[in-house]
């Protein structure tokens, strides 16, 4: 069964990192408030992307078991395609 987190992956290999959240218990109820999600500070942040940041945004063991699960379910490199809207220069 190709299948991660309910989603029909045809090119997905079996690993630990692509059967991480199986028989995960979702909450019935959507945990969080609008006021959890709304910034504390709401003002034009246009400055902040002027100058690129090169820094990574999550530890070295969580990028090293995406990578993994990325192994596990994308097209192996060369034979298929990815559009990564979320990309970094490390991606």
Request: aromatic share 10%; proline share 8%.
């Amino acid at each position: 069964q190709n299948a991660v987190c309910g989603l029909m992956l045809p090119n997905m290999r079996i690993s630990p990192a692509s059967r991480a959240l199986e028989g995960l218990e979702w909450p019935e109820v959507f945990p969080y408030s609008t006021s959890d999600l709304t910034p504390e500070w709401s003002g034009n942040d246009q400055a902040f992307y002027v100058i690129p940041k090169f820094g990574h945004h999550a530890g070295e063991e969580c990028r090293a078991a995406l990578t993994e699960f990325y192994q596990a379910a994308l097209p192996v490199s060369g034979t298929g395609a990815v559009l990564d809207l979320c990309s970094s220069f490390t991606s």
